[in-house]
């Protein structure tokens, strides 16, 4: 199966680029960009079932991302500011490959997060499971 590839341009497509819960689907990679809306701070959950893959590539925006049930791959890119909640029974792969990305991470699952060594600007909030690796 080739890769699912997704560009949202509005609330309605990011949902359902978000959104796994069959299982069996083709791998899926979602190319994450600032839209405009109407709704002052959307809220976009992810949902992926057992052996599905789903990776997020947020290149722009300020996406309130949570994490409600599945594994995810997060790659934080935005200079705008990034955020994922996790919650319990989920886990997130996340990478920041820049040290001045700033991410706001609400961890309630298990968090794997791979980020360059150095001062970065990455928040951690509540007591879930967290590995670090560094990426340099």
């Known amino acids: 199966m080739s890769d ?6 509005n609330v309605n497509d990011a949902r359902a680029a978000l959104s796994m ?16 809306t109407r709704e002052t ?5 992810i949902n992926v079932a057992a052996g599905n893959n789903l990776t997020i590539h947020v290149h722009s925006g300020l996406p309130s991302l949570i994490l409600e ?8 890119e935005s200079r705008w500011g990034n955020g994922l909640t996790i919650q319990p029974g989920a886990s997130a792969r996340v990478v920041v ?7 706001t991470l609400r961890n309630e699952g298990d ?6 060594s150095g001062k970065n600007r990455i928040l951690i909030l509540r007591d ?3 590995q670090v690796t560094t990426t340099d």
């Open 97 to 103: 490959p820049s040290l001045d990305t700033k991410v």
């Open 4 to 9: 699912d590839v997704r560009t949202p341009t």
């Open 128 to 130: 879930g499971a967290v």
């Open 111 to 116: 968090l794997s997060l791979e980020v360059p």
């Open 69 to 76: 049930t599945g594994t995810v791959t997060v790659i934080f």
């Open 21 to 36: 819960k069959r299982s069996g689907l083709a791998p899926r990679i979602v190319q994450w960009r600032h839209f405009d």
């Open 41 to 45: 701070n959307p809220a976009f959950p």
